[in-house]
């Protein structure tokens, strides 16, 4: 997006950066008028994080959101905006929304990669015990705050038609539009056979509930299936923050990562790609990266929500335990079928990545939000201007 916009947009990306956490590309920063920075502080095992949480569950406010909160990122945001004055800001994720107001007098849009309060709610149904008493609260704070949040923008993104519909249900709005994520034309590599044709990959970034959720039941549930069948399955669950509860599920033939540099060597490794995900919303990357890697694939409906799949051409569709380890243990078991579904997956990704499909759907999307905006307030000379030239910012 970043990059296609940058052809006919004068583009500023703002950010939090971990001390642990790689910077932006330099290529795709060098397409940017500026990039800014801004130190996130408090890790996982910060004790002061720990308190800021348990503050924030007393008060009702969602605990995701409040991780992400920093006063020094809205100063910042507010000064961009007085002296750079861009023409529309735009929010990625439902946790930034909360600084919509550091962007008052702006065009404002919020991409909803997964609507909060969905995500909330499938969290709850699925706890038990304690936890579910914890996440109730949660959820209730969720519904505050997203329905709040969605009345501040001038246009609302979904990635999917199903979270469109979540939105609509708290805020009814023709300002709701769905724009399905791109990527880049895929390279030539793996195929599905790998020379470890008996690998299982499951990718994921585990500060994410719905991917541990995902990844507990891979690995204790589905894959005992799958061994029983093939002893000498490895299942390799790679991504960053693993919690406790699942490093314990390592053993023989699971490995846990943990956060690793770069996927494409995992990727490369794998005979298929399983993703038993039952949580939460957005298009899943884990499943793109897959598909753009050219691999064999094992997926539940959720997993494949937005990316138009077939089931048996591009992918396996699985459900239950046992549908996900015959499934998984059909495709270990024969390598013809896995360069079937490699070579179908190779096709989806070329024709995914259509050059220009994203960038133009946003330009139709600030084209419409603008007039709007002008249409209730009259255009303003510098937008007059900007128009006459083709760019803004």
């Not at 007085?82 to 550091?102: G, I, L, N, R």
């Not at 309060?117 to 709850?124: N, T």
């Not at 399983?274 to 694939?297: C, E, F, N, S, T």
């Not at 190779?346 to 709007?372: D, H, I, K, N």
Request: aromatic share 6%.
């Amino acid at each position: 997006m970043v990059d296609e916009l940058a052809d006919s947009h004068e583009l500023a990306v703002m950010y939090f950066r971990a001390e642990n956490e790689a910077p932006m590309e330099e290529a795709l920063a060098r397409r940017c008028a500026f990039v800014e920075e801004v130190p996130r502080a408090g890790g996982a095992a910060d004790p002061r994080r720990m308190l800021k949480l348990l503050a924030a569950f007393v008060r009702g406010y969602p605990m995701w959101a409040e991780d992400w909160r920093a006063n020094g990122f809205r100063e910042r945001l507010r000064k961009i905006c007085a002296h750079w004055k861009p023409d529309v800001v735009q929010f990625e994720c439902h946790t930034m929304a909360q600084y919509a107001e550091a962007a008052r007098g702006q065009i404002t849009i919020l991409v909803e990669h997964e609507p909060g309060a969905a995500a909330a709610r499938d969290r709850w149904q699925f706890s038990r015990g304690w936890r579910r008493l914890v996440l109730a609260r949660d959820r209730r704070a969720w519904d505050r705050y997203e329905t709040e949040c969605l009345a501040k923008f001038d246009a609302i993104v979904s990635l999917t038609e199903r979270d469109r519909r979540e939105l609509l249900r708290m805020r009814p709005s023709e300002r709701v539009r769905v724009i399905p994520p791109g990527g880049p034309a895929p390279a030539a590599g793996t195929s599905g056979n790998s020379p470890s044709a008996n690998t299982i990959l499951f990718a994921g970034n585990f500060i994410h509930p719905p991917n541990v959720d995902a990844a507990m039941r891979l690995a204790g549930s589905i894959f005992p299936l799958v061994r029983a069948r093939h002893p000498d399955a490895v299942l390799n669950i790679v991504g960053e923050a693993p919690p406790a509860c699942l490093r314990r599920l390592a053993a023989p033939g699971v490995v846990v990562t943990g956060r690793v540099d770069d996927i494409t060597p995992w990727l490369d490794a794998a005979a298929v790609v399983a993703a038993p995900l039952r949580l939460g919303g957005g298009i899943r990357i884990k499943v793109m990266d897959a598909l753009y890697a050219a691999k064999a694939i094992v997926a539940s409906p959720l997993a494949a929500e937005g990316l138009k799949l077939r089931d048996g051409r591009e992918f396996l569709l699985a459900e239950t335990d046992a549908e996900f380890a015959a499934a998984l243990s059909s495709l270990l078991a024969d390598p013809a079928a896995r360069d079937r579904l490699s070579a179908c997956a190779r096709e989806w990704a070329a024709q995914f990545a259509t050059p220009g499909r994203v960038g133009a759907a946003c330009e139709r999307l600030y084209a419409v939000t603008r007039s709007a905006a002008e249409g209730a307030s009259g255009p303003t000379a510098k937008s007059q201007r900007d128009r006459a030239a083709g760019r803004t910012r």
